[in-house]
């Protein structure tokens, strides 16, 4: 594969990852804020940052998103700490807190119900109708609708 044929495959991808590791570069240089009760750091955009260029590099994301977790709860506590008090910060106390198992089992019977849609043919029904509005190659890849629904 010559450096071209890679260009137009992946250009989207080399740009995200491009522009991700300018923006990770330049963030030492932002000023820190500080209020009366909170200090900000540039460190703080780090991790959200580091999930955003994987996700769009990797077209991956809960490994990205775990991956930019690391990266926070290494930041946040250093490194022989982030491992003890990482898990009791980010996983411990959000499994055990009651908003977020709301959250989770909201998330987990909407993803539910979206899986019983699309296999009971309630997409590809939906992908049927609108095929007649499109009238050329370029709007069909537009529109990507044969591909059917994104999934995680």
């Not at 740009?15 to 540039?42: F, I, K, Q, R, S």
């Not at 977020?100 to 296999?119: E, K, S, W």
């Amino acid at each position: 594969m010559n450096l071209a044929q890679l260009w137009r495959e992946h250009w989207g991808r080399i740009l995200a990852v491009t522009v991700g590791l300018g923006v990770l570069g330049v963030l030492p240089l932002v000023p820190d804020a500080a209020g009366e009760n909170v200090v900000h750091n540039w460190t703080a955009l780090v991790p959200p940052v580091v999930a955003i260029v994987l996700a769009l590099a990797t077209r991956k994301l809960l490994p990205s998103l775990g991956i930019a977790v690391v990266i926070g709860a290494f930041l946040h506590h250093g490194l022989l700490d982030a491992v003890p008090f990482g898990l009791r910060d980010y996983a411990w106390k959000n499994a055990t807190s009651a908003w977020h198992l709301y959250i989770m089992g909201f998330t987990a019977a909407l993803l539910g119900m979206v899986q019983v849609i699309a296999r009971s043919g309630g997409t590809h029904g939906i992908v049927d109708s609108v095929k007649g509005w499109i009238k050329s190659g370029r709007r069909e890849g537009q529109s990507k609708l044969e591909k059917g629904p994104h999934r995680i």
